[in-house]
Every structure is written in C-alpha cells, then in structure tokens.
C-alpha cells in the first residue's frame, strides 16, 4: 500500500486538524465520521470521504482514530467485518484509560491487527508542529514503520512496548492540566469579585503556575522516599488554604474546590504529618 496514504477515522476538531495536516504534506488521505457533513471542509481540499467504515479500512494499512472514548472505537469499527481489521496498523489517538488501551490492542490482534497507542500532547491548532509531542506505546516495529507518517503529526515520544503506557501519561498529565486549569479559573473568579481583571493577574498567574522548579526539586525526593519537612511543612500548607478558602467565601465565590484541597491538607495532618512535606500526601493518597 501507499506509504503516504492514510485513513482518519473521526473528525473533531483534533480528526480534522490531523486530517489536514496529512493533506498539507501531500498525502492521500480517506476520512470517514458518523455525521458525513464534517468530511466537507476536508473534501474540498481533496481528500476521500468513504461511505462505510469498512470501505474506510480497505483503502490503507495505516488508520489513524481519533475519538472520545474507547467505547465508540469498538461501536465505529465493529460496523466492519472482523477481517476488514486484517493487516492495518491502527494508531489508537483516542482518550481513555491503561487497561482500556490494553484490552483494545488484545482485540486488534485478534483480528489480525496492529494496535498503537496515543496519547497527544498539544490541542488541535499544535498538529502538525514537529516541537509538539504524542505519546505512543505498543510494539516498536510498528512505530518505526509508520514514524514519517506519525511525524507529520508531531514529534514522537516513543515510551515503550506496553500498550497501556502513552494512555496512563496522558492521563497524568490530563490530571494535573485539568486540576491546574480549574485552580486558575476560580482564582480568577475571586479576581473578578475584587475588580481584578484577567489581564492584570495574567503575569502574576504565569509565575505562579510555572512548576518546573518545584517539580525538579520534589521528584528525586519522591522517589526515595523522602518527605522532611526542611522546606515546606504540611502545617503550612493547611494555614494556607484556610486563608484561600476564607477569602473566596468573603468574595462570594463557591469554595467546593479549595475546600477539598483543605480536606486532603487536613487528612494528611491528622494521619501525622503535619511536620512532613505536603508531598507526604503521597502516601495518604495510596495509602
């Protein structure tokens, strides 16, 4: 088959950037989605939009899947006979769980196919930008045979033969992204209640949500177990949020989310270590 030639399966916004990044660099490119109408755009600047799913996966060894969950992964490519799956290489960029990614690459195989997972670290307008990156797990053989297609995309971070791997990242890093974010929208929620605009705290918010420091300085402490309190005490950490808490409450602004960051402080307080780190919840959290 075709090394330049490629299905897209799904066409949110992140199935159609990807889609169009395939046909920016010359690729022949076959889309298919369950409401027809979202092909139009990429039809217009020449791609082929199949007529059923099976039609989809006859075209090219290479299918790229781009969907909300595993489940409509199953409900898409189970439209297709079992033997349409023989023979392609499926590069699984859809979100959902490390044993999801598992079972789905069991199912694959048993239907003669590759099963490569994904996990994408850029929103959609990032397709396309070598600087950007994806997760991929799952056998290496297929990666490196597909790695110029995989690139048109984004880099490569290739992490290694398990296939629940680039999922259990993803998710990670979806754990803290998604945490961080809501943290800045209710800071600015209590911004907005005091008269402070977006723009006025936007360099304030950048500095206090750039990590990396702490981040390099607790991993290695992490792993050996090491939680002394020299630096930061976990006392200091429950004073603290009681004044985040009482001051959105004195602004009017809801306190679910501090509250339950209070909670997990105090938890860990009352299992003994108030005088550790903050990252003795480490342990509180599994215990």
Same mark, same amino acid.
């Given at each position: 088959?075709?090394?330049?030639?490629?299905?897209?399966?799904?066409?949110?916004?992140?199935?159609?950037?990807?889609?169009?990044?395939?046909?920016?660099?010359?690729?022949?490119?076959?889309?298919?989605?369950?409401?027809?109408?979202?092909?139009?755009?990429?039809?217009?600047?020449?791609?082929?939009?199949?007529?059923?799913?099976?039609?989809?996966?006859?075209?090219?060894?290479?299918?790229?899947?781009?969907?909300?969950?595993?489940?409509?992964?199953?409900?898409?490519?189970?439209? /297709?006979?079992? =033997? *349409? $799956?023989?023979?392609? @290489?499926?590069?699984?960029?859809?979100?959902?769980? +490390?044993? #999801? !990614?598992?079972?789905?690459?069991?199912?694959?195989?048993?239907?003669?196919?590759?099963?490569?997972?994904?996990?994408?670290?850029?929103?959609?307008?990032?397709?396309?930008?070598?600087?950007?990156?994806?997760?991929?797990?799952?056998?290496?053989?297929?990666?490196? /045979?597909?790695? =110029? *297609? $995989?690139?048109?995309? @984004?880099?490569?971070?290739?992490?290694?033969?398990? +296939?629940? #791997? !680039?999922?259990?990242?993803?998710?990670?890093?979806?754990?803290?992204?998604?945490?961080?974010?809501?943290?800045?929208?209710?800071?600015?929620?209590?911004?907005?209640?005091?008269?402070?605009?977006?723009?006025?705290?936007?360099?304030?918010?950048?500095?206090?949500?750039?990590?990396?420091?702490? $981040?390099?300085?607790?991993?290695?402490?992490?792993?050996?177990?090491?939680?002394?309190?020299?630096?930061?005490?976990?006392?200091?950490?429950?004073?603290?949020?009681?004044?985040?808490?009482?001051?959105?409450?004195?602004?009017?602004?809801?306190?679910?989310?501090?509250?339950?960051?209070?909670?997990?402080?105090?938890?860990?307080?009352?299992?003994?270590?108030?005088?550790?780190?903050?990252?003795?919840?480490?342990?509180?959290?599994?215990?």
């Amino acid at each position: 088959m075709n090394p330049t030639s490629v299905t897209v399966i799904g066409l949110g916004p992140m199935g159609k950037a990807m889609a169009g990044a395939y046909l920016d660099n010359g690729y022949e490119v076959t889309v298919w989605n369950r409401t027809a109408e979202r092909a139009d755009p990429l039809v217009a600047r020449g791609a082929h939009r199949a007529e059923s799913v099976a039609a989809a996966l006859a075209v090219n060894e290479l299918v790229v899947l781009s969907l909300t969950d595993y489940a409509a992964m199953y409900a898409i490519l189970e439209q /297709a006979p079992s =033997a *349409a $799956l023989k023979g392609r @290489t499926l590069v699984n960029l859809t979100s959902d769980t +490390p044993d #999801l !990614a598992r079972r789905a690459a069991a199912w694959a195989a048993e239907r003669g196919a590759v099963h490569i997972t994904g996990g994408v670290q850029t929103p959609p307008p990032g397709i396309g930008n070598p600087e950007t990156s994806t997760y991929y797990s799952g056998p290496e053989e297929a990666v490196e /045979a597909h790695r =110029a *297609a $995989l690139e048109v995309l @984004t880099g490569i971070d290739y992490l290694g033969e398990d +296939p629940g #791997l !680039a999922a259990l990242f993803y998710q990670l890093l979806m754990d803290m992204f998604w945490t961080g974010m809501l943290s800045y929208v209710h800071a600015m929620a209590v911004a907005d209640a005091n008269g402070v605009s977006a723009a006025r705290l936007l360099p304030h918010a950048s500095k206090a949500m750039d990590f990396r420091y702490f $981040l390099e300085f607790y991993a290695p402490r992490i792993d050996a177990g090491n939680h002394d309190g020299d630096v930061d005490r976990l006392a200091m950490g429950v004073a603290s949020m009681e004044h985040v808490l009482h001051t959105a409450e004195a602004s009017g602004v809801d306190t679910a989310l501090p509250t339950a960051v209070l909670a997990h402080f105090r938890r860990g307080a009352a299992a003994g270590h108030s005088e550790d780190s903050f990252t003795s919840l480490v342990k509180v959290l599994r215990p």
